[in-house]
DNA sequence: GAATCATAATAGTAATACTATTATTTTTGC
DNA sequence: GCAAAAATAATAGTATTACTATTATGATTC
């Protein structure tokens, strides 16, 4: 997809980091190679110590920019559900019809992620692939409510409001649009997994995708829902 | 819920574990205690260390029954797993009608956990907590592919089985039978979780129980999936 | 009563996740 | 072009973790 807006850059919580990974080479090489790193080696083997090294910089570096791998974490992640969030809104926004609109919020939340080359130094494929593997991590911890109230992760909840009204827009009588919303983005990135891992338990394969297993949920729920 | 076979051993992949913990009075104080510190702590700060100095043991003795902390979560959602198995084949057995079938598995692999008098050094409240927690840092790592072969997830992939199963029995000509299954199980640990901690993106409240969104969830999927 | 086994105690290691201090390099403002 | 400031790098150090290894003690059993 084509970034038109030439200056658009998703807007993290400033209190995630202690200096903007955007506003400097270093700051963008860590972003860069840590998305490698964490793909290649897994969030738990991951080190600002290795990360150092393979940036030719200093472990110590690398901690003027984040508290801690956590940190990093909720941030790489963070961007991903924004740049995820321009996609959905900037794709669904001309669409009028409530029905479309909410099959095509489904399919982009849900889909293979495909590159983008508007952002050079995020390999958002590969930032995807973290998502799957790696979110749960982010809140599964005893500082979530914490972490929440610092607003830690708005932009995620946003994501899932915005496809939870899209829900509501298409069935306005149907009970549970905001659970039918968070499990379709959780779920997503679990039938994800699953294909890749636990192929027996899902019908997700090359050739069925968690898109149209996700499409043909919703409106069915809804569809029978009609009315109460 | 009653144990009526009194003999009623939770069976687990004897290569989670160095020596079995139900086999002497340490190892279930290994588990008992386990359970109630992940709870207090969250997994990654419990260690092998405190448990010993907690149960007036040593660090290298809880060794011999696990080699690792990964190795007991495993153990201990394994087990959570095989329980709710137990309690959904037991439940469910006897019920010859498919959709009243399927409701009650539903209902059961969704509902909180009630306690349960038959394993007395297992606080099945609290390993459901931490089921909801930690359980997906169990298959979120590098090694899940060889630890899958090696079968330390088939009592979860077999309960998923079960439902896919009870779900075909419903309508044998809806097309993901599996990934619903999944879902549903995955997503009742999530809405769960949502409920406590980001209760802005569902609609599980006191009042309202993930039960009941699934059970409508599945029921209208299914029934507009008839015939195709 | 000796042998075996389980448990406990002690010590040690490499790595992690940092903090602190100082040194060097780069940027910027005049 | 130079001084001051800011950013980065280097070095060292700490408490804790996640173990392994060895030995000692206590309990069980043949």
Redesign the pocket.
Known sequence: MERLLQSVKIAINEKIYV?DPE?????KRIIKESILMINEMGF???????L?SRI??????I???F????KLLLYLTSWYWGWLEYQLVFETNSISDAKNKLSRSIEIITRKTKEDSAFSHINEVLLNKIVINEYSKSYLTTEVDEENKEGYFVIYKRLVNRISLAIQKVNPAYLYPSSLASTVVEGALHQHFLKEHFASITDCTKEVTPSEYFINLVFNTLNQNFNG
């Open positions: 200096k506003s400097s080479d270093l700051g738990e083997s991951f080190t600002f110590k290795k150092g030719n910089s200093n472990e110590s570096s901690y003027r920019y508290e801690n791998k956590h």
